[in-house]
């Protein structure tokens, strides 16, 4: 057992053959826990702001180059500051941030922009979300951590439909479909349908 096994495995829930991470990386040793049988993975992050900034975006970036290298999906709620910047989490290349949409596909007021949110997140539904709630009943409720269930839900199904496909690959497929290069700090509207036709292209169905 990892020494830090006891302390790190709590923050991890399993959820079929996903592991979902309901908190920011604390040390690297999560990720060995991430393909107990070679299933594909990712994580959400709440994209909390540290406490020690410099201690901790020295060890976030060095787990996040660990999920790159194990081909496990991050993606990060950009966070509902309001303010245009970015964090350890939503400057890493292999980070997928993600900014609420309103429901007439504009981004909430609340979201964070940036440069690398804009170059390299999505945006999903994050306004008016109606969804169970802890007591089992319906709740609505809105924010950039609404809006990432949509992303890694959109992962999910790609990967189940083309399970050959490389997590770099399916990556590319959900961010870069548009063929322009993407300069505003503004990222764009989820499209899994256009995803789905970038994989078609490239790969045979299961």
């Known amino acids: 057992m990892h020494p830090n096994q006891e302390r790190c495995l709590p923050a991890w829930n399993l959820c079929g053959r996903y592991l979902v991470c309901e908190e920011r990386f604390r040390c690297p040793c999560h990720l060995s826990q991430l393909h107990p049988?070679?299933?594909?993975?990712?994580?959400?992050?709440?994209?909390?702001q540290p406490t020690t900034a410099k201690h901790?975006?020295?060890?976030?970036?060095?787990?996040?180059?660990?999920?790159?290298?194990?081909?496990?999906f991050v993606v990060a709620a950009a966070g509902n500051q309001g303010v245009v910047g970015s964090s350890a989490i939503t400057r890493h290349s292999w980070v997928i941030p993600v900014v609420a949409y309103d429901l007439r596909g504009r981004p909430i007021n609340q979201s964070n922009l940036g440069g690398s949110i804009g170059r390299r997140g999505l945006g999903a539904p994050g306004d008016d979300v109606t969804s169970l709630g802890a007591d089992g009943g319906p709740i609505t409720f809105g924010g950039t951590s609404v809006a990432v269930p949509f992303v890694t839900?959109?992962?999910?199904?790609?990967?189940?439909?083309?399970?050959?496909?490389?997590?770099?690959?399916?990556k590319f497929a959900l961010t870069q479909v548009s063929t322009q290069r993407r300069t505003t700090v503004v990222p764009p509207l989820l499209d899994a349908w256009a995803a789905y036709q970038v994989?078609?292209?490239?790969?045979?169905r299961s």
């Open 37 to 48: 049988a070679g299933a594909p993975s990712f994580c959400r992050d709440t994209n909390r």
């Open 56 to 72: 901790n975006s020295r060890g976030t970036g060095e787990a996040l180059d660990y999920a790159a290298r194990r081909g496990v």
């Open 153 to 170: 839900g959109a992962i999910a199904l790609l990967w189940s439909q083309f399970p050959t496909a490389t997590a770099a690959e399916v």
């Open 199 to 204: 994989m078609v292209t490239t790969h045979e």
